[in-house]
């Protein structure tokens, strides 16, 4: 990771921008929308928590030798939805390209529970994941 922020460093124009965009791994929520109401299915497993943790380490270390600064972070909340159960269980479980998998781990027991809710709810029902968000910005330093 380390060596990664160093060749964005390089390519940076004096003074440019690292916007680094990250999904936060805790409380992201799978929930059955039905009209106004909303039932909770349970939560993602923390699958992104390693990810995190060593992104965290490489920025610190690279920030505290001054190739990048710190300026500023902004929270934000998403969310997937999903017309069906079956899409949802699709969409998170293949890959929609090679190299590419959603980042999310959804345990059997909150899969079990979502099918579960999505069948006692009424028509219009969606499957929902919400997700929290982080951006971070840094600017090039020396």
Known sequence: MVHALKEIWRVLVPDGILLDWRHLSTNCS?????GEQVHLAGLLADSMKM???????SLAQLESEG??????QQ???YAWYWDTFDEMKAHTEK??????????????AVLTEA???????GENTKVRI?????ISQYRRGG
């Open 30 to 34: 799978v929930e059955i929308v039905s």
């Open 115 to 121: 099918q579960r809710l999505v069948a006692e709810s």
């Open 95 to 108: 890959p929609i390209e090679l190299d590419w998998r959603p980042p999310v781990i959804i345990t059997q």
């Open 75 to 77: 929270s934000l909340d």
């Open 51 to 57: 990810e995190n943790t060593d992104a965290d380490k």
């Open 67 to 72: 190739w990048f600064i710190f300026e500023r």
């Open 130 to 134: 919400r997700f929290n968000m982080v």
